[in-house]
């Protein structure tokens, strides 16, 4: 699959198959996540990989909308190091870019994912870091739940051109 079609194809997933991740993609994921830009290149991210299926049902009650990651054969917890970036209060957005690349990675390769928002809601990173034991030097920025989809997704063009100025707003 293209660059392209994998951006414009990919939707999220919250039904999975329970045939595992295999770690050969497990790694190909981490790899893209890396591969993020970041500001400066202070690669702030950090990963947990969660296969415990205890653990998973955990996280799916840590946050009001990470059912998914119950459900899934395999859960991606992303972590900031913030001490770690060059320009500091970057790593919201270098830990996001590492995110989207890995949705865009598990799609290419025929997986499914969804994102599960988990920061900036203090009270959710500190239930998500309490079950996987997240040290205080790092921020949990989010939750990913992978695996095999169950069904395919809707395809829709989202393009707006109404959001869209030339030069200026006005």
Wanted: charged share 20%.
């Amino acid at each position: 699959m293209d660059c392209l079609e994998t951006i414009h194809t990919r939707r999220s997933v919250r039904q999975f198959a329970e045939t595992p991740v295999s770690e050969q993609d497990i790694e190909l994921l981490l790899r893209a996540a890396m591969a993020a830009p970041s500001a400066g290149n202070g690669q702030p991210w950090r990963f947990i990989v969660v296969h415990d299926p205890e653990t998973r049902a955990k996280l799916a009650e840590a946050t009001p909308y990470s059912k998914p990651i119950g459900r899934a054969p395999l859960g991606i917890v992303v972590l900031a190091e913030p001490a770690a970036e060059k320009f500091p209060g970057r790593w919201p957005l270098d830990c996001s870019a590492a995110t989207q690349n890995i949705l865009l990675a598990a799609h290419a390769i025929g997986l499914g994912a969804v994102w599960l928002g988990v920061n900036p809601e203090p009270e959710r990173e500190d239930a998500v870091a309490a079950i996987v034991g997240v040290p205080g030097n790092l921020r949990v920025v989010c939750m990913i739940a992978v695996g095999h989809p169950v069904g395919p997704g809707p395809v829709v063009d989202r393009y707006q051109p109404e959001h869209v100025r030339v030069d200026r707003w006005e």
